[in-house]
Protein backbone atom coordinates (compact mmCIF):
# COMPACT_ATOMS: atom_id res chain seq x y z
CA UNK A 1 0.00 0.00 0.00
CA UNK A 2 1.23 3.50 -1.27
CA UNK A 3 2.37 5.47 2.40
CA UNK A 4 0.78 8.74 2.96
CA UNK A 5 2.06 11.95 4.46
CA UNK A 6 -0.22 14.28 6.31
CA UNK A 7 0.84 17.33 8.73
CA UNK A 8 0.28 16.89 12.66
CA UNK A 9 -1.96 19.64 13.21
CA UNK A 10 -4.04 22.66 11.41
CA UNK A 11 -6.52 25.25 12.91
CA UNK A 12 -9.16 27.21 11.01
CA UNK A 13 -11.44 29.64 11.51
CA UNK A 14 -15.33 28.81 11.91
CA UNK A 15 -17.17 29.33 8.79
CA UNK A 16 -13.97 29.24 6.62
CA UNK A 17 -13.00 26.74 4.15
CA UNK A 18 -10.69 23.97 5.96
CA UNK A 19 -7.93 22.26 3.59
CA UNK A 20 -6.48 19.04 4.27
CA UNK A 21 -3.96 18.42 2.10
CA UNK A 22 -1.91 14.81 1.86
CA UNK A 23 1.03 13.64 0.04
CA UNK A 24 1.03 10.03 -1.52
CA UNK A 25 3.32 9.77 -3.99
CA UNK A 26 4.09 6.19 -4.13
CA UNK A 27 0.22 5.57 -5.37
CA UNK A 28 -0.23 3.20 -7.59
CA UNK A 29 -2.72 3.43 -10.57
CA UNK A 30 -5.40 0.94 -9.07
CA UNK A 31 -5.36 2.74 -5.75
CA UNK A 32 -8.08 5.33 -4.20
CA UNK A 33 -7.69 8.23 -1.72
CA UNK A 34 -10.20 7.65 1.44
CA UNK A 35 -10.76 9.81 3.69
CA UNK A 36 -12.16 9.06 7.39
CA UNK A 37 -12.53 11.17 10.49
CA UNK A 38 -12.70 10.52 13.97
CA UNK A 39 -14.07 12.50 16.53
CA UNK A 40 -12.88 12.38 19.98
CA UNK A 41 -13.44 9.15 21.70
CA UNK A 42 -15.83 8.46 18.67
CA UNK A 43 -15.31 5.46 15.98
CA UNK A 44 -13.74 6.45 12.69
CA UNK A 45 -16.68 8.41 10.10
CA UNK A 46 -16.09 7.65 6.37
CA UNK A 47 -15.99 10.70 4.44
CA UNK A 48 -15.24 10.73 0.73
CA UNK A 49 -13.14 8.75 -1.77
CA UNK A 50 -11.83 9.07 -5.53
CA UNK A 51 -9.42 7.65 -7.63
CA UNK A 52 -8.83 10.71 -9.75
CA UNK A 53 -11.68 12.88 -10.71
CA UNK A 54 -12.57 15.10 -7.72
CA UNK A 55 -15.34 14.22 -6.19
CA UNK A 56 -17.85 16.30 -3.87
CA UNK A 57 -20.02 14.77 -1.68
CA UNK A 58 -22.78 16.27 1.11
CA UNK A 59 -19.59 16.22 3.86
CA UNK A 60 -16.71 17.56 1.65
CA UNK A 61 -14.62 17.95 -1.68
CA UNK A 62 -11.55 15.92 -2.60
CA UNK A 63 -9.09 17.46 -4.78
CA UNK A 64 -6.91 15.13 -6.08
CA UNK A 65 -3.80 16.28 -8.13
CA UNK A 66 -3.22 15.33 -12.07
CA UNK A 67 -0.44 12.63 -11.20
CA UNK A 68 -2.26 11.97 -7.92
CA UNK A 69 0.69 12.32 -6.24
CA UNK A 70 -1.02 14.39 -3.68
CA UNK A 71 -4.83 15.29 -2.59
CA UNK A 72 -6.94 17.68 -0.73
CA UNK A 73 -9.80 17.70 1.31
CA UNK A 74 -12.02 20.42 1.59
CA UNK A 75 -14.48 21.28 4.40
CA UNK A 76 -16.54 24.21 2.67
CA UNK A 77 -17.42 25.59 5.51
CA UNK A 78 -15.89 24.00 8.92
CA UNK A 79 -17.81 24.25 12.29
CA UNK A 80 -17.11 23.43 15.35
CA UNK A 81 -18.33 20.22 15.35
CA UNK A 82 -15.29 19.45 12.38
CA UNK A 83 -12.79 19.68 15.17
CA UNK A 84 -11.31 15.87 14.96
CA UNK A 85 -8.48 13.92 13.60
CA UNK A 86 -8.80 13.32 9.69
CA UNK A 87 -7.01 10.17 8.18
CA UNK A 88 -5.70 10.44 4.51
CA UNK A 89 -5.71 6.45 3.29
CA UNK A 90 -4.88 4.87 0.09
CA UNK A 91 -5.83 1.20 -0.55
CA UNK A 92 -7.34 -0.42 -3.49
CA UNK A 93 -11.20 0.04 -3.86
CA UNK A 94 -13.04 -3.06 -2.25
CA UNK A 95 -10.12 -3.56 0.08
CA UNK A 96 -11.33 -1.04 2.74
CA UNK A 97 -12.44 -3.67 5.01
CA UNK A 98 -9.08 -3.67 6.13
CA UNK A 99 -7.16 -0.15 6.39
CA UNK A 100 -4.17 1.12 7.73
CA UNK A 101 -4.16 4.36 9.59
CA UNK A 102 -1.59 6.63 10.17
CA UNK A 103 -1.62 9.19 12.98
CA UNK A 104 -3.63 11.72 10.75
CA UNK A 105 -3.95 15.45 10.98
CA UNK A 106 -5.73 17.15 13.87
CA UNK A 107 -8.18 19.74 12.64
CA UNK A 108 -9.05 22.26 15.48
CA UNK A 109 -12.08 24.51 14.17
CA UNK A 110 -11.92 27.77 16.38
CA UNK A 111 -14.79 30.05 17.17
CA UNK B 1 -31.01 -0.13 12.15
CA UNK B 2 -28.78 0.02 15.13
CA UNK B 3 -25.62 -0.38 13.08
CA UNK B 4 -22.57 -1.31 15.09
CA UNK B 5 -22.89 -2.13 18.45
CA UNK B 6 -20.09 -3.06 20.50
CA UNK B 7 -20.13 -4.42 24.06
CA UNK B 8 -18.91 -3.62 26.30
CA UNK B 9 -17.90 -0.44 26.31
CA UNK B 10 -15.59 -0.54 29.23
CA UNK B 11 -13.40 -3.36 30.82
CA UNK B 12 -10.68 -4.16 33.72
CA UNK B 13 -9.10 -7.27 33.44
CA UNK B 14 -6.25 -9.08 35.17
CA UNK B 15 -3.31 -10.46 33.35
CA UNK B 16 -3.96 -13.78 32.24
CA UNK B 17 -7.51 -12.98 32.18
CA UNK B 18 -9.52 -14.16 29.08
CA UNK B 19 -12.24 -12.16 27.81
CA UNK B 20 -14.58 -11.87 24.57
CA UNK B 21 -15.85 -8.93 22.75
CA UNK B 22 -18.89 -8.39 21.05
CA UNK B 23 -19.40 -6.84 17.77
CA UNK B 24 -23.00 -6.88 15.58
CA UNK B 25 -24.19 -5.04 13.33
CA UNK B 26 -27.79 -5.39 11.71
CA UNK B 27 -26.62 -4.26 8.17
CA UNK B 28 -26.64 -7.56 6.53
CA UNK B 29 -23.22 -6.18 6.19
CA UNK B 30 -20.37 -9.29 4.40
CA UNK B 31 -16.87 -7.41 5.86
CA UNK B 32 -16.25 -7.03 8.99
CA UNK B 33 -12.84 -6.05 10.67
CA UNK B 34 -11.32 -5.75 14.06
CA UNK B 35 -9.03 -2.57 14.92
CA UNK B 36 -6.97 -1.34 17.95
CA UNK B 37 -6.43 2.06 19.03
CA UNK B 38 -3.20 2.56 21.51
CA UNK B 39 -2.98 6.27 22.47
CA UNK B 40 -2.60 9.01 20.25
CA UNK B 41 -1.78 6.29 17.59
CA UNK B 42 -3.47 5.18 14.34
CA UNK B 43 -6.10 2.43 14.47
CA UNK B 44 -3.85 -0.88 13.69
CA UNK B 45 -5.76 -4.02 11.79
CA UNK B 46 -6.13 -7.58 13.96
CA UNK B 47 -8.20 -9.75 12.52
CA UNK B 48 -11.08 -9.45 9.51
CA UNK B 49 -13.83 -11.52 7.88
CA UNK B 50 -14.84 -11.18 4.28
CA UNK B 51 -18.45 -13.30 5.15
CA UNK B 52 -19.76 -16.22 7.80
CA UNK B 53 -16.99 -18.73 8.31
CA UNK B 54 -14.31 -16.60 6.75
CA UNK B 55 -12.04 -14.73 8.33
CA UNK B 56 -8.00 -13.67 7.85
CA UNK B 57 -5.46 -12.00 9.93
CA UNK B 58 -4.90 -8.55 10.12
CA UNK B 59 -1.65 -6.62 11.28
CA UNK B 60 -1.55 -7.31 14.79
CA UNK B 61 -3.40 -10.68 15.12
CA UNK B 62 -1.04 -12.10 17.88
CA UNK B 63 -3.23 -12.87 20.92
CA UNK B 64 -6.51 -12.75 19.64
CA UNK B 65 -8.79 -15.02 18.31
CA UNK B 66 -11.76 -14.49 15.75
CA UNK B 67 -15.06 -16.67 14.60
CA UNK B 68 -17.60 -15.69 12.27
CA UNK B 69 -20.39 -18.13 12.34
CA UNK B 70 -23.01 -15.42 11.45
CA UNK B 71 -23.14 -12.86 9.27
CA UNK B 72 -24.17 -10.35 12.39
CA UNK B 73 -21.73 -11.14 14.60
CA UNK B 74 -17.69 -11.00 15.08
CA UNK B 75 -16.72 -11.87 18.47
CA UNK B 76 -12.68 -10.41 19.28
CA UNK B 77 -11.48 -12.92 21.93
CA UNK B 78 -8.30 -12.20 24.10
CA UNK B 79 -7.30 -16.31 25.44
CA UNK B 80 -4.39 -14.79 28.12
CA UNK B 81 -4.79 -10.63 28.56
CA UNK B 82 -1.46 -8.63 28.77
CA UNK B 83 -0.69 -5.07 29.83
CA UNK B 84 0.07 -4.72 26.10
CA UNK B 85 -3.61 -5.21 25.21
CA UNK B 86 -4.55 -2.29 26.48
CA UNK B 87 -6.23 -0.21 24.09
CA UNK B 88 -9.21 1.08 22.11
CA UNK B 89 -11.12 -1.57 20.09
CA UNK B 90 -13.08 -0.98 16.84
CA UNK B 91 -15.60 -2.92 15.37
CA UNK B 92 -16.54 -1.95 12.05
CA UNK B 93 -18.55 -3.02 9.22
CA UNK B 94 -19.35 -2.97 5.32
CA UNK B 95 -21.57 -4.03 2.19
CA UNK B 96 -20.19 -5.75 -0.69
CA UNK B 97 -21.40 -3.30 -2.96
CA UNK B 98 -20.62 -0.03 -0.87
CA UNK B 99 -17.17 1.59 0.24
CA UNK B 100 -18.61 3.37 3.62
CA UNK B 101 -17.16 1.37 6.46
CA UNK B 102 -19.15 1.89 9.47
CA UNK B 103 -17.53 2.02 12.51
CA UNK B 104 -18.77 1.26 15.95
CA UNK B 105 -18.25 3.31 19.24
CA UNK B 106 -15.50 0.88 20.43
CA UNK B 107 -14.34 -0.55 23.84
CA UNK B 108 -11.56 0.38 26.18
CA UNK B 109 -9.91 -2.31 27.46
CA UNK B 110 -7.59 -2.05 30.65
CA UNK B 111 -5.35 -5.07 31.61
CA UNK B 112 -3.52 -4.28 34.77
Known amino acids: DAKTTQPTSMDCAEGRAANLPCNHSTISGNEYVYWYRQIHSQGPQYIIHGLKNNETNEMASLIITEDRKSSTLILPHATLRDTAVYYC????????????FGKGTLLTVNP | NAGVTQTPKFQVLKTGQSMTLQCAQD?????MSWYRQDPGMGLRLIHY???????DQGEVPNGYNVSRSTTEDFPLRLLSAAPSQTSVYFC???????????FGPGTRLLVL
Open chain 1, 89 to 100: IVRVEGSNYKLT
Open chain 2, 49 to 55: SVGAGIT
Open chain 2, 27 to 31: MNHEY
Open chain 2, 92 to 102: ASRADFQETQY
